[in-house]
């Protein structure tokens, strides 16, 4: 799963990664919750639109859970997520993501060269107010030992791709993203609360190193 994620990234890092005219101020982010607002993508035309949505959907009955991710593996066939999948996905713009490996044992995961990622969502509107959950795949690789699950991140290139065209063109880009993409070392617990957002969030434990995958462990897409 992803419960929690940074967002660190510059105008012009946006820009030059994603060629999206940012108009608002952005203010780095260094730990999202669910039921925050965040900066997702979705497609305006040739071009990419940066817009401001909450993350998650309240629950509809009470039996119902507070959602923020959908396995790409089912989409299609929730009745909740389908309909988003064929007509209203999204890109949730990262820097970073938290997952725990135990409780209050939590690792921050990152691209291999720090930059920007996209992570496949699904956008919501209801009434005046914008949501949106995150897609996951199953782990990867070394990144299974700390979850068994992590977000759906877009191979850079595929963005409008995943934006445009049908459902069954975009089940094409439902890949899992191979843990050779990325880095990833333990940080303080503090990041479990919400309300804390601060750079030392993403700061190693002393001693601790950044561990990349090992390219022969199978984890390259072919």
Same mark, same amino acid.
């Given at each position: ?81 389908? $309909?988003? #999948? ?45 949501? #949106? ?74 001693? $601790? ?6 390219? $022969? ?6």
């Amino acid at each position: 799963m992803c419960g929690r994620f940074t967002s660190t990234a510059t105008t012009d890092e946006l820009m030059r990664r994603f060629g999206v005219t940012i108009l608002q101020n952005l203010r780095p982010r260094w730990n999202i919750a669910p039921s925050q607002n965040s900066m997702v993508l979705v497609r305006d035309g040739l071009h990419l639109q940066a817009k401001t949505a909450e993350w998650g959907l309240p629950p509809t009955g009470p039996n119902k859970s507070f959602l923020i991710n959908a396995r790409m593996e089912t989409v299609r066939e929730k009745p909740t997520f389908r $309909d988003a #999948f064929s007509l209203s996905r999204c890109i949730v713009v990262a820097s970073g993501w938290y997952e725990w490996s135990a409780p209050k044992t939590p690792w921050h995961i990152q691209l291999s060269d720090g930059g920007v990622m996209a992570m496949a969502g699904l956008l919501f509107q209801q009434g005046s107010q914008s949501r #949106f959950v995150i897609m996951t795949s199953a782990a990867d690789g070394k990144l299974a030992e700390i979850h068994h699950r992590q977000p759906l991140v877009l191979a850079a290139g595929t963005e409008m791709q995943w934006l445009g065209g049908t459902a069954d063109q975009a089940a094409n880009y439902c890949e899992i993203a191979p843990a050779s993409w990325f880095n990833w070392y333990r940080v303080a617990p503090d990041v479990g609360k919400a309300g804390i957002d601060h750079p030392g969030l993403v700061t190693p434990l002393e001693g $601790d190193a950044l561990l990349p995958a090992k390219p $022969d462990q199978g984890d390259l897409f072919g």
